[in-house]
Structure formats: structure tokens, C-alpha cells
């Protein structure tokens, strides 16, 4: 089944470049231990809420950016062995980063089952979303999550929504995904992602949307708290299947036996 490694992490926006650059040195060593693609995505309308929001999430500093990205693996064992390599060998992937571009300290991640995915997640435009969603929620929130799509998402526009059930979502010391959402006993967190044309195609969905709930229009019963749901916009920064089409692999030795992984190298 397919399993991704989901991310958010704060990039100074002078950075931007700097951050890109590393990520395409990155792509080939991924590439070579069985990822098939992966996908950085650059905040571009990102609301400060209410109780949780994506510039908490990271606790951004000002001038700083949200990067939200997933490493879409054929399962979650080609992906856990990916990850036990590239803990045994530390310098390669030091060197491919080159010079910290963000402070992997406030990065948050974890490792996701594919539960949903209907039509592309290949768009000019995405949303992203973190959910708390009860453990035992998890076929409702799928029901929701295929309702809304034919429903609202569809019919809007959008070229695809994608949902993925936290698996391995690890506790950190100064953020995580839980404290993301503010999740409680017995909460997984829900990753996600909409794909869309472009951001003007997004927006004119979201106010129809909008539109719609303050008419009255009848609402689903929510199997999550949306108070604690947070979303964003976000452009597009490196496709692997675009950016890293010529990238040639840095390393072909097999992936060693799975471990527990840490992408941002912060114990």
C-alpha cells in the first residue's frame, strides 16, 4: 500500500532558493532507496487561526515561510528501510543538503497510510491540511472526505484530493504534528492535500463553499473537530517527476533493514 513521509517546516523566505537547491541534491538519494516521488510545496495563503494554524505549527518566525511536502514510497517497509540507511549514513545526505537552510529543530513529520486518493494530486495549486481525527473515526472521516469530493471538490474544480492516516507520527521536543492540532488521547493526525489547476481556481471554490454554509446549506455530520483542522495554500516548489526528471541517483547500495527514522536529524 502507498505510504508517504509527511512534512511541514519553516523556511526563511530569503532562503528559498538555497532550500530548492538542496532539495534536488536530496531527490537522487531518496530516488535511489524506492522513493518514487517527491514533492515540496511553498505557503502562499496561510491564515493565522484561531487555535491552531500552519505558522504555529512550526512556530514561524517572522520572514519565514511553511513548507508542507510528502515522499510518496511503495509501501511503508521500502520506506522505513529507506530511512534506517540513510540514519547509518548521516554525511551523504549532510552533504546533499549542503549549508542548513531552515531550522530542522521546529520541522514536523511522520509517516502516513494512503487511505484516499481520488483523481491527481499533480495541480499548479494545492491546499494542504493537518486533522485530529479519533482513532475510531477513521471509515466516517473516509466516507466525509469521498462525499465532499464529489460534492463540493469536484464539481469546483479541483483536479484531485488526497487523505493519509498518521502511522508513524513521532513526538518531538519543540513541535509535532499532535501539537499541530492540538490532538488528544485517542486523535491520529490526518494529512492531506487538494490539488488544483491554479490558485484562482482554488479560491472561487473555497468562497462558493463559503457561500453555501452561511445559505444554510445542510452540513454532514463532522466525524473530527474542524476547530482544530488546519489549512493552508501552497504553490508548488520541486516535483521530482519535473525538477528531478534528469537527477542521477548518488547512491545505489540497498536499503538496509527498517528503523525508526528521523528526516530532520534531531534525535
Known sequence: MTYFTGSVTPVPKENRDGYLQSLRRTWPLMQARGALRMVETWSEDVQPGKRTDFLRAVQAQDGEAVGFAWIEWPDKATSDAAWADIMQNPDEMS???????FDGRRMIFGGFQSFITDGTDRGGYYTGFLTPVPEGNKEAFGR???SAWEEEFQPRGCLGNYESW???VPRGK???MYRAVDA???E???MSWSAWPDRAT??????GMAAGMEAGQDMPDMPFDGKRMIWAGFEPLFDSETDGRDA???ATRAATPAATHDPSGRG
Open 166 to 168: 498518521g502511522d508513524d
Open 202 to 207: 482554488a479560491e472561487e471554490a473555497w468562497r
Open 188 to 190: 491520529v493526525v490526518v
Open 184 to 186: 488528544r488521547d485517542g
Open 95 to 101: 552533504q546533499a543538503m549542503g549549508q542548513a537552510t
Open 248 to 250: 542521477t541517483p548518488a
Open 144 to 146: 466525509m472526505a469521498k
Open 174 to 176: 519543540l513541535t509535532d
